[in-house]
T-cell receptor, first 110, second 113 residues
């Protein structure tokens, strides 16, 4: 079955870069996603990458995909206190469903 | 633009009572719809998904059921709540074509006492 793993916690200082990592097991993933969840709220889609790409950049966010190693990362440049949240990676396998990782809680230290 | 609504936002219910959570989507037609549960400090567990009116797929055996009486309405129900049903319930929608990204509602915090 599908298994998506993430580290549970990450702490960075304000202004530094954050790198959140994710590994997945299903090589037939077509799209991979990053979501952000603030306390008490739903998940907000940040970005996604098609599986035949290896990099996607969107303002302060850079997604890197190593399909051979089934490794996905999200880099946040110039991390701000407002970036503190839980970040989920997810993979799309098949027609409709996404499989989510356990989430990484990012804490930004002022 | 598309929006997704969930209500209520919070709910406290006694064990053994019934449950009905509602989710509606605006601004799109024939969406795929999903119910997830998120236990405290945990990831998301897919409970049900629906690709059309009256079509429900259940991912895990449980005390809950789902219905889709209208194209953009998805309802999560239980006849008798258990303590273990406590959690944060999230509804999401996705388009039937394209990258398949899911868009989430604000969630319902359910506490069963």
């Amino acid at each position: 079955g599908e298994d998506v793993e993430q580290s549970l916690f990450l702490s960075v200082r304000e202004g530094d870069s954050s790198v959140i990592n994710c590994t997945y097991t299903d090589s037939s993933s077509t799209y991979l996603y990053w979501y952000k969840q603030e306390p008490g709220a739903g998940l907000q889609l940040l970005t996604y990458i098609f599986s035949n790409m290896d990099m996607k950049q969107d303002q302060r966010l850079t997604v890197l995909l190593n399909k051979k190693d089934k490794h996905l990362s999200l880099r946040i440049a110039d991390t701000q206190t407002g970036d503190s949240a839980i970040y989920f990676c997810a993979e799309k396998v098949g027609a409709n469903n996404l499989f989510f990782g356990t989430g990484t809680r990012l804490t930004v230290i002022p | 633009s598309q929006t997704i609504h969930q209500w209520p936002a919070t709910l406290v219910q006694p064990v053994g009572s019934p449950l009905s959570l509602e989710c509606t989507v605006e601004g799109t037609s024939n969406p795929n719809l999903y119910w997830y549960r998120q236990a405290a400090g945990r990831g998301l567990q897919l409970l049900f998904y629906s690709v059309g009116i009256g079509q429900i797929s259940s991912e895990v055996p449980q005390n809950l059921s789902a219905s889709r009486p209208q194209d953009r309405q998805f309802i999560l129900s239980s006849k008798k709540l258990l303590l273990s049903d406590s959690g944060f319930y999230l509804c999401a929608w996705s388009a039937t074509s394209g990258p398949g990204e899911q868009f989430f509602g604000p969630g319902t915090r359910l506490t069963v006492l």
